[in-house]
């Protein structure tokens, strides 16, 4: 059997096993492990949950998606995927585990996959062992959706430095983050083509890490802007070469959304389980509200949604394995899973009647934290767009 049949078979194998074994260990892992969480997203500050942060790299989770070549554990995409579910599930920390998956699927996959040997050396150990923070830095006060309009330069100097100015906000990691993997134009009058990727210590001069910025939900993730000024940039901190950032951003973007919304298909499941005890439990009218079948098909609809996200998650992560069709996969995989993580929230505060909607049982907490779902890794419009172009109407 090839690597790529043994792939599938085994993607197929976690598709239809809702109770595969390293899902379950990963969510009893994390529902023990990972306990700091609730406290800080109730405080409406973005606190972010560091020491459950390094039990993940302890426990491997960081090494995950990486070469064992690069010191990681070289996982395959089912055991990647169903351990990201299943801390999705087991941890009630979106922030915490979304900012996991970023960091793991974004910035990680972007070193392993384009730069240097020396380059990974220098930044791959202190991301495994949890102890550094990278932030993959496109967006742009005026340049979000429109990611190649970007206003950030990288300027060759004769000795072969660059010098980097650019304002990149709305960064996962941004304010703490200890590698910066920016992309700016080194060639401005070539539009797309002339944007390049590097990757930027924070300790240089001229590096500003922007204030936490506060947010409606995943409030325990950090997040904010980074300021370049005037940065000297050594001729290695190139990531690949002068003008590919357009291909690697648009390639790692793939990746992001195949794989980023696998904690919150384990957190939908984790809120159907939850609805479906409570829906059990609450008496009204003398019998549970569970036997109205408003609320079972409530359930039904949660229930569907969930199984749903999930076949199309694999299936953009089989798309991942043969090289076909990963743009429309991954598009379709993050438009459903975005649009289910707000109906099945309002579908599960309303089920929970006024518990629903006061903040003390975190019911609308799961709410807050999918909105961002429709932004990051680009918005459910601009990702229906890109169905649409497969689709050869537009
Ligand atoms: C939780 C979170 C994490 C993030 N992390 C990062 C990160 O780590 N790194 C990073 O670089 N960025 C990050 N971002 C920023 C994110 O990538 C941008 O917010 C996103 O690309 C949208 O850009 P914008 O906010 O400028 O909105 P705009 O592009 O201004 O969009 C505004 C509205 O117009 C619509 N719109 C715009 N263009 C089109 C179009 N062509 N067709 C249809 N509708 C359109 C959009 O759908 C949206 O509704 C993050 C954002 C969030 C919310």
């Known amino acids: 059997m090839t690597n790529t049949d043994a792939e599938l078979l085994a993607l197929t194998r976690a598709m239809i096993d809702l109770d595969h074994s390293v899902k379950r260990e990963a969510a009893e892992w994390a529902a023990t492990a990972l306990g700091g969480a609730d406290l800080v997203d109730a405080d409406h500050r973005s606190v972010f949950a560091v020491d459950d942060w390094r039990r993940c790299a302890d426990r491997g989770i960081h090494r995950l998606m990486v070469p064992k070549e690069y010191g990681g554990l070289g996982a395959d995409r089912a055991t990647t995927l169903l351990t990201l579910e299943g801390l999705g599930y087991g941890c009630k920390d979106n922030g915490l585990t979304f900012a996991l998956a970023s960091q793991i699927v974004s910035s990680q996959v972007t070193l392993t996959r384009f730069a240097t040997d020396e380059q990974r050396e220098r930044w791959l150990p202190g991301l495994l062992d949890g102890s550094l923070f990278a932030a993959l830095a496109m967006t742009e006060p005026d340049s979000g959706s429109d990611a190649f309009s970007l206003r950030a330069t990288a300027e060759k100097q004769p000795d072969g430095t660059y010098v980097l100015n650019g304002h990149k906000a709305y960064l996962t990691f941004g304010p703490v983050a200890d590698l910066c993997i920016a992309f700016a134009s080194t060639r401005p009058e070539a539009g797309g083509w002339g944007i390049s990727a590097f990757l930027v210590p924070m300790d240089l001069p001229g590096v500003v890490q922007g204030p936490l910025r506060e947010k409606m939900g995943m409030r325990t993730t950090p997040f904010g802007d980074i300021e370049f000024h005037d940065v000297v940039l050594a001729s290695d901190a190139l990531l690949s070469r002068e003008g590919a950032g357009a291909s690697i951003f648009s390639a790692v973007l793939d990746i992001e959304r195949a794989y980023v919304f696998a904690p919150q298909i384990g957190a939908m499941e984790r809120q159907l389980h939850d609805a479906t005890a409570y829906a059990l439990e609450r008496e009204q009218g003398g019998q549970p509200i569970a036997r109205y079948q408003a609320v079972s098909h409530r359930l039904v609809a ?83 767009n890109i169905v649409a172009r497969h689709l050869g109407v537009v």
């Not at 993050?334 to 929230?345: C, L, N, R």
């Not at 003390?360 to 429709?374: K, N, S, T, Y």
């Open 302 to 384: 949660m229930k569907e949604r969930h199984e749903h996200c999930r076949l199309l998650l694999y299936r953009a992560a089989m798309a991942d394995v043969t090289g076909r069709g990963m743009s429309l996969a991954a598009s379709l995989a993050k438009i459903a899973t975005a649009d289910a993580g707000i109906a099945s929230s309002v579908d599960a505060a309303l089920l929970h009647g006024a518990k629903g909607y006061v903040s003390e049982f975190e019911i609308e907490r799961q709410l807050r934290d999918a909105v961002g779902g429709l932004v990051y890794s680009g918005t459910t419009d601009v990702l229906r």
